[in-house]
C-alpha cells in the first residue's frame, strides 16, 4: 500500500507514504543532466532535467519510487494490484517508466497527453524481476494526473485532487469520495455532539479507498500557508493520517506492512525531506546539485 500527495502553495510540494512488507535497498538518488541514460528500446539519451528521487539502485539506471526533475514534473508509482496489466509490446519498459517520463518531459500535462499514446511494456529489469504492478501520479505545479494502465490498454486521468493510492481505480475512487460530501469540520450542536462531529463517518482503517477519502478531508480544510516552513510541516501531518502502523494490516501470507517512509519535495529548489520508519524527526537529504553522475544520498545518514 502507498498514498502519494501534492500540496501547492506557497510552494509546490510533492511526496508519499510507502507502505512495504520490509525494505527494498531504498535510499535517495541524484542523476545530474549530462549522465548517460540508457532506455530499453535502446535510446540513450545525454542530455535531460536532473532527477532526484528514491529508489533502488539498478546498476547504472536509476529504479525510481518516485522522483522529480530539474523542469518542475514529479512522478510516483503506487501499488496497483490486481488491474495493472502491462503488455509484451510498448515504448517503455515498467521499471524505467518513471525515469522516462522525468527524461522526455517537462510538464505534467505534456506528459500526460504523450502517455494516452503510449503502452508500457513487462520486460523484466532482470531474470525473476518481473514488472511491478503499479499505476502512477504525475504532477507538476498547476496540475496532476493518474496513469493507469490495464488490461484494456492505458487511461489517463485529470486528478484534481492530488491524491493517489491503490487498487481500486481512480473512477471508482473519485466516485466512493463522492458519498462522503456531507462530512463537514464544523462544530455541530446538539446533546451528543460538539467538536469534531461533523465529521462523523470519516474513514478511519487502512484500505485504499478510506485513505483516499480520509486524506482529501484532511488537504481540503487546510488553511492557507505563508511560509515553506508551516507548509512542509502540513505535508506531513497529513501524510501522518494515512500512515501504515506496524502490525495494524497483514498481507495474504501474514506479514505486516508499514510505512517503511514518508518523503516530501520541494520541487522548484529540488530538495527532499524524509521521515523514516525509525525516526521520530523529519531530515533534508542534502547534496551537492553540481556534482555530475548518478549517485546514492543516504537516507538514515
Do not use: W
Given at each position: ?11 509546490f ?20 543532466p ?6 530499453s ?15 533502488a539502485?539498478?546498476g ?15 512522478v ?39 502517455i ?60 466512493n469520495?463522492?458519498g ?23 474513514p ?20 492557507d ?29 501474514g ?21 523514516t ?20 544520498l543516504?537516507?538514515?545518514?
Open positions: 500500500m502507498c498514498t502519494a500527495l501534492t500540496l501547492a502553495s506557497p510552494s510540494l510533492f511526496g508519499r507514504n510507502l507502505d512495504l512488507v520490509g525494505n527494498f535497498g531504498e535510499r535517495g538518488l541524484f542523476v545530474s549530462n549522465y548517460p541514460l540508457r532506455f528500446s535502446g535510446e540513450i539519451m545525454n542530455e535531460h532535467p536532473s532527477m532526484l528521487g528514491i529508489g539502485r539498478g547504472d539506471f536509476p529504479l525510481f519510487a518516485e522522483a522529480i526533475s530539474s523542469t518542475g514534473l514529479a510516483a508509482g503506487l501499488n496497483y494490484p490486481g488491474l495493472a496489466c502491462f503488455s509484451p509490446k510498448g515504448q517503455v519498459a515498467q521499471y524505467e517508466f518513471i525515469a522516462y517520463v522525468l527524461a522526455h518531459y517537462k510538464k505534467a500535462e505534456e506528459a500526460a497527453s504523450a494516452k499514446g503510449m503502452l508500457i511494456n513487462d520486460h523484466p529489469f532482470a531474470p525473476k524481476m518481473g514488472p511491478a504492478p503499479l499505476h502512477y501520479l504525475v504532477s507538476d505545479a498547476h496540475s496532476s494526473f493518474v496513469i493507469e494502465q490495464e488490461k484494456d490498454g492505458m487511461h489517463v486521468y485529470p486528478n484534481p485532487y492530488g491524491i493517489l493510492t491503490n487498487s481500486p481505480g481512480f473512477c471508482i475512487q473519485k466516485a469520495l463522492d462522503f460530501s456531507q462530512l463537514r469540520n464544523s462544530y455541530v450542536k446538539g446533546p451528543y455532539a460538539g467538536l469534531g462531529y461533523g465529521a462523523v463517518g470519516l478511519g482503517d487502512n484500505s485504499p479507498l478510506s485513505r483516499f477519502v480520509r486524506l482529501n478531508f484532511y488537504k481540503k480544510h487546510l488553511g500557508f505563508q511560509t515553506l516552513d508551516k507548509e512542509l510541516v502540513a505535508f506531513f501531518h497529513l501524510l501522518s493520517s494515512v500512515r501504515v502502523v506496524e502490525g495494524s494490516t497483514l498481507d495474504e501470507n506479514q505486516a506492512e508499514e510505512t517503511i517512509y514518508s518523503s516530501c519535495y520541494e520541487v522548484e529548489d529540488m530538495r527532499l525531506f524524509v521521515q520508519k525509525d525516526s521520530l524527526s523529519v531530515k533534508e537529504i542534502t547534496f551537492d546539485k553540481e556534482k555530475e553522475g548518478f549517485f546514492d543516504p537516507l538514515d545518514a
